[in-house]
């Protein structure tokens, strides 16, 4: 079978992609290996919201026109959202067809799928950054009867035994899970490396008003300092509730969950942790207050200080004062699992082109693959702005990156007729 | 009147540093350094280490001159005091390091040191090595850095740099974090 480009998965960034390829009349087909959205349906844990209130849920052509636009939606209702928006401009999907390699062929590509192979001139890697889970080392050396999770393949509490449980990593992911595992009973230690500290809301206003409206979201890959960094960082502190609550590591040792420092290695069922927790902390902290002080800046460049409450400063984080626990026992000390939420990374073992670095990660420059023409990503964090890292990043990226694929396939045809 | 820009000095070479950071991206394996130091007992708990070569850059390297560090135990430990006890040498190499880490980041952000001054203190029972109680670890139980710094920059600006320091500091990073260890007979 022959098409223009074949855009591998159906959730939102892929979706977006369809959209602009329809817009400019470029034949292409969607290859989804479950359902749409199938990540949202199959591989989320129950309780998960989105960091974003739902104003922000919008893509190419479709808004959150529901009820409740403060609030934060839910893996589902992210699910029918993007379902949704699939039927609204009928997306050629292909659902239930898994791709098992995508090699050079002629001048293009060539896709295979477990329904059959296509030729074709580009290629959207929308297949996702959060397939596998990203395990440290150290996870090998969990003594065996202690439980091993990730976050993709967690639920709800009642997954784990009774008994402590060690979360490793404290990013949204794992600060969340953190508190809704120790409200179940289950006393839960929280190891903390670099992290990144946010209030829910700031002078009255949901924190992504602030980011949105300020221009925050939507700086530049080629702006940032240090992006691979900035790509690397864990997902900020912050949880989706009515009540609109934040999370940080005073809120949870508050609530009872033991804080240590970043896990460094497990001997003879012994883990020990990194004594550099105070600094995590304060680096943490600083840099909060920092983007804190931008935001005033702003708003009072914007004449808004009359319309939102007054400045607010982060109280250092006050755990620190306390010497960190260095070493447990798992086993004397009743730990019967350990949830890694340490990160995760996509599958692209099915992509032959090689153009992956030396540590396994995509070679790209704003979406743009290198070594490969004709192949895109997307749904990367911060793949060219901050926003990508969220739903609404799909807008601008898909339609920077479909004038790009467009401008491709016209240097082929424009080739050919020479 | 017009303010004349002094460019700010630390005596670093941030540009250096940079364009390191950015050749090393392109052929990691250079980045590999080992570092070397000898020690021969004297008498009692006095000896003598030396620092002289290293490798890493892809080839071998000679310090300026061999470096030489005594090391005893104090006279209330019966010993005769003729050098720094080893637990003091770590604290020498905890604070030199986060300082040269400050003067490093403080260049690189643009801010013109006056002084820096780090005073360290180690807590230490010394039940643990004396083998006296085995719930006492032999080495620190806590570890104290105070910076006072003078510099062009703001209080924030300055925790800002110390904790940086902290971030990319060597030896805090040994100090804070397991390393495994292997020690051999010959």
């Known amino acids: 079978m022959r098409t223009a480009v074949v855009v591998i998965g159906a959730g939102h960034n892929g979706l977006a992609m369809s959209r602009r390829l329809s817009e400019r009349s470029i034949d292409h087909v969607v290859i989804e290996r479950g359902e749409v959205a199938n990540s949202w349906r199959t591989e989320r844990w129950d309780s998960l919201r989105l960091l974003t209130p739902n104003w922000l849920t919008r893509l190419p052509g479709r808004a959150y026109d529901g009820p409740d636009p403060d609030g934060y939606a839910s893996a589902v209702e992210v699910a029918t959202f993007v379902d949704g928006y699939a039927t609204q401009f009928s997306a050629p999907v292909h659902t239930g067809t898994t791709v098992t390699a995508v090699r050079a062929a002629g001048e293009g590509y060539e896709v295979t799928t477990d329904q059959g192979r296509w030729h074709c001139a580009a290629v959207v890697i929308a297949s996702g950054a959060c397939n596998l889970p990203a395990l440290p080392l150290v996870a090998a050396d969990v003594p065996p009867d202690v439980a091993v999770h990730t976050p993709l393949s967690y639920r709800s509490p009642g997954d784990l035994e009774p008994g402590r449980v060690l979360v490793v990593g404290a990013s949204a992911t794992g600060v969340q899970l953190a508190d809704e595992i120790h409200r179940s009973g289950r006393p839960v230690t929280l190891s903390v490396g670099e992290h990144v500290r946010l209030p829910r809301t700031y002078r009255g206003r949901d924190i992504f008003w602030w980011t949105d409206r300020a221009g925050i979201l939507d700086e530049r890959h080629e702006e940032i300092d240090d992006i691979v960094r900035a790509r690397n960082l864990p997902s900020p502190q912050l949880i989706g509730t009515s009540e609109r609550r934040s999370i940080d590591l005073d809120t949870l040792a508050a609530s009872g969950v033991e804080i240590v420092g970043r896990l460094g290695r497990i001997v003879d069922r012994v883990a020990q942790f990194s004594g550099a927790l105070a600094n995590t902390c304060t680096l943490a902290d600083l840099k909060a207050n920092r983007l804190l002080t931008r935001l005033d800046d702003w708003a009072v460049a914007q004449g808004l200080d009359g319309e939102v409450g007054p400045p607010e400063r982060l109280e250092p984080t006050s755990i620190t004062a306390t010497r960190p626990v260095l070493e447990l026992d798992l086993r004397r000390a009743g730990f019967r699992s350990v949830l890694f939420a340490t990160g995760y990374r996509p599958d692209l073992s099915w992509l032959e082109p090689s153009v992956v670095d030396r540590k396994g990660h995509i070679r790209h420059s704003g979406g743009v693959v290198d070594g490969a023409p004709g192949i895109y990503v997307v749904g990367y964090p911060m793949l060219r702005r901050r926003r990508s890292s969220y739903i609404s990043g799909a807008i601008s990226d898909s339609a920077e990156l479909a004038q790009l694929l467009h401008d491709h396939l016209d240097k082929r045809v424009s080739m050919k007729s020479q | ?186």
């Open chain 2, 1 to 186: 009147m017009a303010t004349i820009d002094t460019p700010v000095d630390n005596g670093v070479n941030t540009e250096a540093l940079l364009g390191a950071r950015e050749a090393l991206g392109v052929s990691p394996e250079a980045a590999a350094f080992t570092w070397r130091a000898s020690c021969n007992w004297v008498h009692g708990t006095h000896s003598t280490s030396t620092v002289q070569g290293f490798s890493g850059l892809g080839t071998e390297h000679q310090h300026k001159k061999t470096f030489t560090f005594e090391a005893d135990h104090p006279e209330c430990f019966a010993s005769q005091d003729i050098g720094a006890t080893p637990v003091e040498t770590v604290l020498a190499g905890l604070a030199s390091c986060l300082t040269a880490g400050v003067a490093a980041v403080a260049q690189h952000r643009g801010i013109q040191l006056r002084s820096v001054v780090a005073t360290l203190e180690g807590d230490m029972n010394i039940l643990g090595i004396l083998g006296a109680d085995p719930d006492v670890r032999n080495g620190f139980s806590a570890i104290r850095v105070r910076f006072d710094i003078d510099a062009d920059a703001s209080p924030d600006d300055i925790r800002a740099l110390v904790a940086q320091s902290q971030k990319r500091s060597a030896v805090f990073d040994i100090i804070t974090n397991p390393t495994a260890v292997t020690v051999e007979v010959a």
